[in-house]
């Protein structure tokens, strides 16, 4: 996986020094300090990690979480005798509970408004903590118990070093386990928009959602911490300018890489302990003068190293060692399809209509697509080819008429939808995710053909399943033949090779209909060659296809069928060879004089 170094190469070697550092002689005891505020931070950098480098969601937000957790262990433990360890759980029921309100109505949001939303409830939750009297408005709670195990209590920062880190290596696994799944592979999807995601059948809005839990989690956990290190909690470090901190500690470090979240945390809090102490000398008189530095830094990261830091450490570090060829035959095979005979009717376009206000794009459509056989949708620019395609693909909805698939009115359904029918789709402008592996990506394809969920995937429990997915998505990979760059990023591929993984991607779902939009655009003649090999033998497999095309060489050498628009009106339907003598077909692309 690309965007993230593997967590268990990393995590011996991390947690052997994590274990001998707070004994090493001569280590200060502010060092000792500084590591456990640095392991706070972690735990909701690496929430950020997921939430904005893999989700692609801005959050301004997330102290506002950790407040949750602070001031929920600080009530239960100082006002109803509480052990601090009991109060664990609830804290983090708590913090899912409010999470889930502020998720719904912030994953709803899009550009610059989803942050602007996080900064919104961010400051509302801030002042609400400093206005409640069972909180002690800006004084806080003070008093809070330490936690303690087999009656010693975690009165030291050395003793509290232990617990801090414990949790954060153990969230680092569980990031890293939850992208490593069917899961995270549709959390990743995020970044490369809706579209592609949801026409392989996975649920962004619940991926969202997803994601925004689980990252209020874990600040909620690091709250929890933060109330029983500190023994007191109020308001002030659960404001707007903590959220930002954090939020610079995930850009710095990797946005999107699970232990860029911790190199960011101890980076940023190392330099501003450093700032805080010197810029004052300097400017001689006290203020906030690190922010000026933070702002400079992550104008800096960005412009000149837009996915953080890790990465440039990450290159100088020894290459892992080399992939194992993922293939079919160590896992079992996922199940099948069933598909109808060869000949029959597995699509009906019943007088399709849409009309965009006073234009109609399509008007009365009607054709159909057979089993085994290679269907084109062809016509002049501005025909109604795409707009028709967007009906069948569920991406647009019709106005009149039907689309009748195995025997099944589609209706008004959305792409997600129209996969489960068996449907898959490529796209007119390539759409893959760069950031993961060709393999990645194709297994993309075969969401729907799993079941895993959060929890399986967190705990790793999902390998078995894992496994099939992958195998299937090699199976495909190999049939189109790009089994040589199975492990190779997405983003190193020529257009040619991309268009054809997008194939294999759509081949993962096992469609009984693919939908292809364009296949052949940019191609070189040698690469739609091996293009018209590969659907030819997948039409001899029986796979029903349907392709808009501009390339009529193309389109009459490889149909069976092909069916003509023009301004939105079927002008004609037949056999390649009556296409190319149909007197509307001839006008419409060459012109009356013609």
């Not at 002689?25 to 893999?54: D, E, H, M, R």
């Not at 087999?150 to 992208?179: C, R």
Request: aromatic fraction near 8%; proline fraction near 5%; hydrophobic fraction near 50%.
């Amino acid at each position: 996986m690309r965007m993230m170094l593997s967590s268990r190469r990393l995590l011996p070697a991390l947690a052997l020094i994590l274990a001998v550092f707070p004994w090493i002689p001569g280590v200060p005891a502010y060092w000792v300090t500084l590591a456990n505020l640095i392991g706070l931070a972690s735990l909701v950098s690496i929430g950020l990690v997921l939430l904005t480098g893999v989700g692609g969601m801005t959050s301004f937000g997330q102290a506002a979480f950790c407040g949750f957790g602070a001031y929920t262990t600080a009530v239960l433990s100082t006002h109803y005798g509480v052990s601090p360890w009991l109060t664990l759980p609830v804290c983090l029921l708590v913090t899912g509970v409010l999470a889930l309100p502020l998720g719904l109505l912030t994953v709803r949001l899009s550009g610059h408004f989803l942050p602007l939303g996080t900064i919104a409830w961010g400051l509302a939750l801030y002042y609400l903590f400093g206005q409640l009297d069972f909180l002690g408005r800006y004084d806080g709670i003070s008093s809070i118990p330490p936690l303690s195990l087999f009656g010693h209590p975690f009165y030291s920062d050395q003793d509290i070093f232990y617990v801090i880190w414990a949790f954060v290596l153990l969230a680092a696994v569980a990031a890293g386990n939850l992208l490593d799944s069917r899961v995270g592979r549709s959390i990743r999807a995020l970044r490369g928009g809706r579209a592609v995601a949801e026409s392989f059948g996975a649920d962004t809005a619940r991926a969202k959602l997803t994601v925004f839990v689980f990252a209020a989690l874990l600040a909620g956990l690091s709250g929890w911490l933060y109330a029983h290190m500190q023994r007191t909690v109020n308001p002030s470090p659960f404001g707007l300018n903590l959220g930002i901190e954090y939020l610079l500690m995930a850009v710095v470090g990797g946005a999107g890489h699970v232990w860029g979240a911790v190199f960011g945390a101890g980076l940023v809090t190392l330099l501003k302990d450093v700032l805080q102490r010197i810029l004052p000398v300097l400017f001689g008189g006290s203020g906030n003068y690190e922010t000026i530095v933070f702002g400079a830094l992550m104008v800096l990261v960005l412009q000149f190293a837009s996915q953080g830091l890790w990465p440039l450490i990450t290159r100088r570090l020894p290459a892992p060692p080399a992939k194992a060829r993922v293939g079919a035959s160590g896992a079992a095979t996922l199940p099948r399809r069933q598909r109808r005979p060869a000949g029959e009717a597995l699509m009906a376009v019943e007088a399709a209509r849409k009309a965009f206000g006073g234009l109609v794009a399509v008007n009365d459509v009607s054709f159909a697509v057979r089993t085994g056989e290679i269907v084109g949708l062809i016509g002049p620019n501005g025909a109604g080819k795409s707009t028709t395609f967007n009906l069948i693909s569920g991406a647009t909805t019709l106005t009149a008429g039907a689309i009748v698939h195995d025997g099944i009115a589609m209706g008004a359904v959305q792409p997600r939808a129209v996969a489960r029918m068996g449907i898959a789709r490529t796209f007119q402008h390539v759409k893959v995710l760069g950031d993961m592996t060709v393999l990645e990506n194709v297994a993309l394809g075969a969401h729907l053909r799993g079941s895993a969920g959060v929890a399986r995937s967190i705990l790793r429990l999902d390998r078995a399943e894992e496994r099939r997915l992958l195998a299937e998505a090699a199976t495909q990979i190999e049939r189109v033949g790009l089994g040589e760059l199975m492990h190779a990023p997405a983003s190193s591929l020529a257009l040619g090779q991309l268009r054809i993984l997008e194939v294999a991607r759509a081949l993962a779902l096992d469609p009984a209909l693919l939908l292809l939009d364009e296949p052949a655009a940019g191609l070189r003649h040698v690469e739609k060659q091996a293009l018209a090999a590969l659907l030819s033998r997948l039409r001899g497999d029986g796979m029903s296809i349907l392709l808009v095309e501009h390339d009529m060489g193309f389109v009459m050498s490889l149909t069976d069928h092909i069916v003509v628009l023009d301004f939105g009106t079927k002008i004609a339907e037949g056999a390649p060879a009556e296409i190319k003598a149909h007197p509307a077909v001839i006008e419409a692309y060459l012109g009356g004089a013609a």
